[in-house]
């Protein structure tokens, strides 16, 4: 893995050299200019009096500044602590707090770019922590999940041979760089490629309109988007010049960070004339799963597995299960953490067992190792001794022409142990008919399955990853 190190520094120095690799609204960088400010930087954190293997948190919006802090860290063998401004104060404050960064760089002011001689190569060593990435939290506090340069660097690498990026990937950033897939899937990929980012601003609800314009303007044919950002941009989409433009010029559009809805993908891909490439991977063992154009696209499943992932389903006893049987989940990777952060010591706390990590997922593989991703074990609703499929039911109820999001949760039932209840968002002008929507359930669900409760809601508490945060929802029951 050490020679993805040497790949990296050989793309930025030589074959990318003169090539613009990275560019937003007022500024571009080669892949030349790229590696020669990041090493700036990297002498300006030591000049701070920050030294080799320290941790520097990052707390930017998204900006050409904070790609360069993340490759100062490579070159300068520096631990990134990125850090999203989105997050509640006490998330930052609790990040802050065990990870004890030697430099928090908060704007981008206070950085500075200190002349240097262009004459040394990447420095990394077997171990070196390039960042340690914080899960978005739900019950619990945020967990550290640290990895090392070259695993990351690897997994891009494989992803990219997956799916088919080259050098002709021209690449948009919507997505919040404070997290892993704003710097993995966003950034080391296409640059691994060969390829160039666009970036454009992060994605709300505000820029949606605005969405497709530096698409257009900049020939972009790749993007990662989330399944709210595809169901918002279809919905929005009213203009046929840019479903033309899409149907014709955009190659990949990779869809990740949370399950994809069916119906989603079906109107996004019918709007824009192209395929939302659904995949599945997790902070801890980053990229795992992912739909290729090469590949026969199967209905339900998250993508052939990257090359050297090992999944297996697993029974209650924790059993491994044959192919095309449904169970616990486990990943076994060569790209995953090197541990969780100890709050406590600052040490590193391996989750594997033999190797093995338990995804917390339910699903299945099948012969062509392809994944299928059924449910969440801790979602999973027990209503009468029968496992419901949260996901299952909000494909259901997703099928209903009237209703635009829903999300299903279990509540405390004392005869049946857990009920169904159904969170609904209805499309614009579209009244809530409880008992239409009821009608829908019984005659697409089995009885155990169908919702004893609706709500109607406004919108649905998401993390900004895109996530829906279900214990939101049970807070509101």
Same mark, same amino acid.
């Given at each position: 893995?050490?020679?993805?190190i040497?790949?990296?520094a050989?793309?930025?120095?030589?074959?990318?050299?003169?090539?613009?690799?990275?560019?937003?609204?007022?500024?571009?960088?080669?892949g030349?200019e790229?590696?020669?400010?990041?090493s700036?930087l990297?002498?300006?954190?030591? @000049?701070?009096?920050?030294?080799?293997?320290?941790?520097?948190?990052?707390?930017?919006?998204?900006?050409?500044?904070?790609?360069?802090?993340?490759?100062a860290?490579?070159?300068?063998?520096?631990?990134?602590?990125?850090?999203?401004?989105?997050?509640p104060?006490?998330?930052?404050?609790?990040?802050?707090?065990?990870?004890?960064?030697?430099?928090?760089?908060?704007?981008?002011a206070?950085?500075?770019?200190?002349?240097?001689?262009?004459?040394?190569?990447?420095?990394?060593?077997?171990?070196?922590?390039?960042?340690?990435?914080f899960?978005?939290?739900?019950?619990?506090?945020?967990?550290g999940?640290?990895?090392?340069?070259?695993n990351?660097?690897?997994?891009?690498?494989?992803?990219?041979?997956?799916?088919?990026?080259?050098?002709?990937?021209?690449?948009?950033?919507?997505?919040?760089?404070?997290?892993m897939?704003?710097?993995?899937?966003?950034?080391?990929?296409?640059?691994?490629?060969?390829?160039?980012?666009? @970036?454009?601003?992060?994605?709300?609800?505000a820029?949606?309109?605005?969405?497709?314009?530096?698409?257009?303007?900049?020939?972009?044919?790749?993007?990662?988007?989330?399944?709210?950002? &595809?169901?918002?941009?279809?919905?929005?989409?009213?203009?046929?010049?840019v479903?033309?433009?899409?149907?014709q010029?955009?190659?990949?559009?990779?869809?990740?960070?949370?399950?994809?809805?069916?119906?989603?993908?079906?109107?996004f891909?019918t709007?824009?004339?192209?395929?939302?490439?659904?995949s599945?991977?997790?902070?801890?063992?980053?990229?795992?799963?992912?739909? &290729?154009?090469?590949?026969?696209?199967?209905?339900?499943?998250?993508?052939?597995?990257?090359?050297?992932?090992?999944?297996?389903?697993?029974?209650?006893?924790?059993?491994?299960?044959?192919?095309?049987?449904?169970?616990?989940?486990?990943?076994k990777?060569?790209?995953?953490?090197?541990?969780?952060?100890?709050?406590?010591?600052?040490?590193?706390?391996?989750?594997?067992?033999?190797?093995?990590? &338990?995804?917390g997922?339910?699903?299945?593989?099948?012969?062509?190792?392809?994944?299928?991703?059924?449910?969440?074990?801790?979602?999973?609703?027990?209503?009468?001794?029968t496992?419901?499929?949260?996901?299952?039911?909000?494909?259901?109820?997703?099928?209903?022409?009237?209703?635009?999001?829903?999300?299903?949760?279990?509540?405390?039932?004392?005869?049946?142990?857990?009920?169904?209840?159904?969170?609904?968002?209805?499309n614009?002008?579209?009244?809530?008919?409880?008992?239409?929507?009821a009608?829908?359930?019984?005659?697409?669900?089995?009885?155990d399955?169908?919702?004893?409760?609706f709500?109607?809601?406004?919108?649905?508490?998401?993390?900004?990853?895109?996530?829906?945060?279900?214990?939101?929802?049970?807070?509101?029951?």
């Open positions: 893995m050490l020679d993805m040497n790949r990296l050989d793309i930025l120095l030589r074959e990318q050299a003169n090539k613009v690799v990275l560019q937003d609204n007022t500024q571009s960088l080669t030349k790229l590696f020669y400010k990041a700036q990297a002498q300006f954190f030591l @000049i701070q009096g920050a030294a080799r293997s320290d941790k520097i948190a990052i707390q930017l919006p998204n900006c050409i500044d904070y790609i360069l802090c993340y490759f860290g490579i070159i300068g063998n520096f631990t990134i602590i990125p850090i999203n401004s989105a997050l104060e006490k998330d930052i404050n609790y990040i802050l707090s065990i990870t004890q960064p030697k430099l928090h760089i908060k704007t981008v206070e950085l500075a770019f200190p002349e240097i001689n262009l004459d040394h190569k990447i420095h990394s060593i077997n171990t070196s922590i390039i960042a340690i990435f899960t978005s939290g739900t019950t619990n506090k945020p967990k999940v640290c990895h090392t340069t070259e990351m660097l690897a997994n891009a690498h494989a992803f990219n041979q997956l799916v088919g990026l080259d050098q002709d990937t021209r690449l948009l950033h919507v997505m919040p760089m404070g997290y897939a704003g710097f993995l899937n966003t950034v080391l990929s296409p640059i691994l490629a060969g390829g160039s980012i666009v @970036i454009a601003p992060q994605f709300s609800a820029e949606a309109m605005n969405f497709w314009k530096p698409v257009m303007d900049h020939a972009v044919n790749a993007m990662w988007i989330t399944p709210t950002m &595809a169901a918002l941009l279809a919905r929005l989409n009213r203009n046929t010049a479903s033309a433009w899409t149907k010029h955009l190659r990949h559009v990779f869809v990740g960070t949370a399950p994809l809805p069916k119906s989603t993908k079906q109107v891909d709007a824009f004339g192209v395929e939302c490439l659904e599945y991977g997790m902070t801890e063992v980053m990229l795992v799963s992912a739909n &290729a154009h090469k590949f026969v696209k199967k209905d339900g499943a998250v993508g052939r597995l990257i090359e050297q992932v090992e999944v297996q389903a697993r029974n209650a006893e924790g059993h491994p299960l044959s192919i095309n049987q449904e169970g616990d989940l486990y990943l990777s060569p790209f995953a953490l090197q541990g969780y952060l100890n709050p406590e010591t600052g040490e590193m706390i391996s989750p594997l067992e033999n190797g093995w990590l &338990a995804t997922d339910y699903g299945y593989v099948d012969p062509d190792h392809d994944l299928f991703i059924t449910g969440r074990i801790k979602d999973l609703i027990i209503r009468g001794g496992n419901v499929s949260p996901r299952a039911v909000e494909e259901v109820l997703l099928l209903h022409p009237d209703i635009q999001e829903a999300a299903v949760i279990g509540k405390p039932h004392a005869f049946w142990g857990e009920e169904v209840v159904a969170f609904i968002i209805m614009e002008s579209k009244a809530f008919n409880q008992a239409l929507i009608e829908h359930c019984r005659q697409n669900l089995h009885a399955a169908f919702p004893s409760l709500k109607l809601m406004n919108e649905l508490p998401r993390s900004s990853t895109g996530k829906i945060q279900t214990h939101k929802l049970r807070e509101l029951l």
